[in-house]
């Protein structure tokens, strides 16, 4: 065999039409968990709530006067001197197409499941070209494992920390295909990488640093396969340098067209989003992770079990003993692998990429070089992504990492891909190829039911039946466009604020806002200017909220959050509860006695034999937190009881909802 023909051996596919066939499947049976989530949801009447709401917003604005120009505005912005946006608008214009086809709720699921299907195919496509049927079913296997990580009710949330896992492991097999000089794919990676780039700042390091680096291993590629060929070289080898030459210039004109909405933000506005982006690159914000707590949690997710499987995703990096969502103020609370152990585990993953790359060095398969090299740069961008994060605005948040489980999932492809082309035994590449496609068909089973993670906006899908009810008693506000909206004295990360802006930008009302940031999340154009709205419009929760009017404003929607049932159990348990603080107090535990220090439960000190002192404590709801918190030492019995208790007066507080509108100039209620 020639130099040419061994260099060239793992790019040619499987020949047969049962080889070709046997792809097809395996791709469109891996796609089918995100098909039957998505029409499960709508089925079930899913919305789009919290930040998911938000994006829809901008989707539904894209054939409108309101036409995005940048992403959504960015959680740095907690840390930078001015507000921030996500560079660009691009994951808005593809959610806009069937937003615009079906509808702001059904057009943003089917949306966001679309650009997951497109990444699963992207995947499988890229495995074919590069490494026939073992190819494609090693990547639909990792692809379809990282799905079902995700859980169904991941595969259509537009929420950016999951709607772009599918769509950057796709980014890194593009990526590996540019890596092996397959330059048709370089303009499909430049467009996947802008779509990351632009959607989520996180991926600011890792899309730029991964294309030079597919472009440049192509490159060498390319060169080292036209000196091995030598005066004899085929055509279409010796004319390799002029057709990456051509699909470099494609490349970037793809990139001119897809950012130049971000472009013309720039050049139109005193400050735009990229100086402001730049100036942030050259202050970055203080208290991030730094090298060795990346070197920590990228060794969690790719080398310690659970790995990047279902269940590291809502409970890696979530501190021992916490409610889900969670976070903790730096990685020794997250319960990362220790510094040595994630330096050796990194160390043996290291090891395994560079094997695999010397092996294909010395056989001359330049795809699975150019696999362990895009392998090794991932990895590495990975870490240095995850060590510019900050923990100074929410702590160490889960949801600003995700990137990882992708990486991990791509590197875990290339060991698999590197060790089956080791052997140069047919018949190991066989059962391999065998085992694959029946593990594919393993994951794709198991993720078709119901699986929640417990992460993101979903944290809230028990909200769904209540924001349904206030979406159905909106009509009133139509009448009083358009509504300047005062969102602004509500818990961190509630869903109603984002399902009613959707609802009533569904119903086509004009809103506008004098809050900096909710406009950078809703577009320059809904910046009030002190005079286009006469009324504004706000939600309450909890007991104020069942009052009709609260000064000069009007309820127009309510939900009370508990029903007759469960609002009679409730009171039944304040009465069993207070009997049993009044008769038996609270034991001192070493957490309790700090929160009592801090203020925090100041009202739990007790003792608890008058009624005025068990008032507070239930008004006060310190006891809820102490419950939620397990700081509290009780009997087993009045445990449970205790944690019914938080949890109905939890759901009372929050899902008992009234939306109020009156005058502008009124002083809101507390």
Known sequence: MSNLTAANESRRPDPTRRARTFAIVVVVFAC????????????????????????????????????????????????????????????FYLLGVP????GSVVGTAVGAAAVNLAAMVAIGMIGWRRAGLLGTALAMLVASTLAWSMGSELLYDIWQPHGLLLPFLAFLFLIWSVAASDWPMLPVAIFAGSLLM????????????LIVAGLTIGLLQSRRTRRQAGAKAEPPIAASATRAGRWIVIGVLVGLVVWTPSLIEQVTTSDGNMSRLVRQIQDPPKGVVGGTGALRMTATVLADPPFWGRDSFPNTFRPAGTPYGATAPTVDGTGA?????????????????????????????????AAAAVGLVALAGSWYTASKVTVDIVGVASH??????????????????????????????????VLAIALVAVMTLWNLPTYAATVGPQLEAASLPAIRDLDRQLGPAERSQPLLLDFTKLRFGEPFSGALMAELRRRNIELVTDDVYLARQL????????????????????????????????????HNGLDARDARRLDELKRDVGDYLARSGLRSTPRLVSGEKLGVFSNLRGPFTTEAARAAVFDSRQLVFAVDQRVLALPARWNAKFEEYARLQTRADRETIGVYVGPVDATDPP
């Open 523 to 558: 577009g320059p154009t809904r910046a009030t200017n002190g005079r286009d709205a006469k009324v504004k419009i706000f939600y309450r929760s909890g007991d104020v909220a069942r009052a009709k009017t609260l000064g000069v404003f009007t309820r127009i929607a309510f």
């Open 99 to 102: 937003v615009a086809a079906f």
């Open 337 to 369: 692998v220790g510094a040595r152990l994630a330096a050796l585990a990194i160390g043996l993953v290291l090891l395994l990429l560079v094997s695999v790359g010397l092996i294909a060095w010395r056989r001359r398969n330049a795809s699975g070089l």
């Open 400 to 433: 600003q990492f995700r990137f990882l489980w992708s990486m991990a999932a791509f590197v875990t492809f290339v060991i698999l891909l590197g060790l089956v082309q080791m052997s140069r035994t047919p018949a190991v590449g066989r059962w391999a190829r």
């Open 198 to 209: 632009q959607t989520h700042l996180t991926y600011g390091y890792l899309t730029p640093l």
């Open 32 to 91: 089918l968990p995100i098909v039957v989530a998505t029409v499960r949801a709508l089925l079930h009447h899913w919305m789009p709530i919290g930040d998911d709401g938000l994006l829809a917003i901008r989707a539904q604005d894209l054939f409108s006067r309101h036409i995005p120009l940048l992403g959504t505005a960015s959680s740095a912005s907690f840390a930078a001197t001015k507000p921030l946006n996500n560079p660009g608008p691009l994951y």
